[in-house]
């Protein structure tokens, strides 16, 4: 907790996503890597002037997703999409990079200075829309060791979203929590089944109740639910609701991070 705590001033880090354009190789990219790195600049000031604590990004956009690996395009221009977003704005900025091509963030993390990452596929294994994610754990903090990286947190999802989880349905949410804190996981993000939804409030109540590790909140929040879910995480990642109709397919709009800011902080 300590270390989680270091990263973050805020009692609850308010993080917000970038979801990078589509990237270049990918079926929906549009554009050259000058104007994507430019419009993830702009969102990444419009964070930063809106009271933010922290940033990521990803590349939602670049479906259908590659399993557990990239091509060296993609984490070449993550890295200095990582990079460029940190030194204009001087947050805390982390990197997830989809699907589960963990080492490929930590590898971009390292080059552009980033201070985390979202790691999906840490621990156990469950069915996803590329197929079978499998436990990642031991390869990827030795990868990481390798690099000399260490200072990078790896924040680790559980029961992720959008996935299938027949494989470990014997397994409660808090055995998988505590599976990740004793494979050294920096801290567990909690999401609910799809992206928009709030995880289960219960469930979140368990885990602050027999954990000392942080709980990072991964999908769902809003002005409306936050302040409901504020005492039982220590961390929240935003995306969706920040967008115009709060789809994250959207522009980002300045005046909801502001009032989702000052209703938190308030």
């Known amino acids: ?107 971009a993390a ?39 990286a260490d200072h990078i947190s790896v924040y680790t999802d559980i029961k992720k979203k959008h996935s299938a989880h027949a494989l470990t349905q014997d397994i409660t949410l808090l055995e998988t929590a505590n599976a990740a804190r004793f494979f050294l996981s920096d801290g567990v993000i909690v999401t609910g089944n799809h992206t928009g939804i709030p995880p289960n409030e219960v469930d979140l109540k368990i885990l602050k109740e027999h954990l000392d590790f942080p709980v990072i909140i991964g999908s769902g929040m809003s002005i409306e639910n936050a302040k409901i879910y504020l005492p039982i995480c220590d961390a929240m990642i935003v995306g969706s609701h920040f967008k115009a109709e709060s789809f994250w397919e959207n522009e980002l709009v300045y005046d909801k991070v502001a009032r989702f800011m000052a209703h938190i902080k308030g």
């Open 1 to 107: 907790m300590q270390k989680f705590k270091s990263k973050f001033e805020s009692d609850t880090a308010i993080i917000g996503v970038i979801h990078v354009r589509a990237l270049p190789g990918t079926p929906k990219n549009s554009l050259e890597p000058n104007a994507i790195i430019d419009h993830a600049i702009k969102e990444a000031t419009i964070y930063k002037d809106a009271g933010i604590d922290a940033i990521m990004i990803e590349n939602m956009h670049d479906v259908p997703y590659l399993k557990g690996s990239v091509g060296h395009e993609i984490t070449a221009i993550m890295t200095l999409i990582g990079h460029e977003v940190k030194s204009n704005t001087q947050l805390n900025t982390g990197i997830q990079i989809l699907a589960a091509a963990n080492k490929e963030a930590l590898a």
């Open 110 to 148: 390292k080059a552009a200075n980033l201070d985390f990452i979202r790691a999906e596929g840490f621990v156990f294994a469950h069915t996803a829309d590329e197929g079978i994610i499998e436990s990642q754990a031991g390869e990827l903090l030795r990868y990481r060791k390798q690099i000399g």
